[in-house]
């Protein structure tokens, strides 16, 4: 006997209603809007521990994106609050690269989420059971893969 490899077995195709798949979303939506703030708390937190104006957050990730563009793997990075108002002197900082590296990766995580959250919205608001030619509504046709993601 050999051993049968499920996931190429049993290719059913999946059906949901609108009103089963926004649910699921929903859900998922609010999870995601969560997670991204949980992630913009975090970067918040970590830009007062480090005394990180946003200036020089910007500058940080632009640094570190071309860093990373160039294979370049610093182990700190060198910022100056060139900005000198009120009688705030010029100073200038080093940050450790795992700190900008935490930031860069919160923040990319959470545009991406908050793009899902968007993509999902869209869905949500538009989402609609069509009749076939005898007048049934059959549902979507889901993936297995969309099934476990939403959780069904």
Known sequence: M??????HMFNFGY???SAEII????AKTNLLRAKVEERRSRIVALKKEHKITDA??????????????????RMSYSVSNKLVQGGIKEEEFVIGAGVVM????????????EA???RFELICRNLRDIP????????????EEELTYLGF
Request: proline share 0%; no cysteine.
């Open 132 to 143: 076939d030619e005898e007048g049934n509504f059959q549902g979507h046709r889901m993936s």
């Open 15 to 17: 059906r949901k209603s």
């Open 102 to 113: 935490n930031l860069l990766t919160e923040s990319d995580m959470a545009r991406s989420e």
């Open 23 to 26: 649910e699921k979303l929903s």
């Open 116 to 118: 899902q959250v968007t």
């Open 56 to 73: 020089i957050y910007i500058d940080l990730l632009e640094q570190a994106r071309d860093a990373m563009k160039k294979n370049d793997q």
């Open 2 to 7: 050999h051993n049968a490899r499920a996931e």
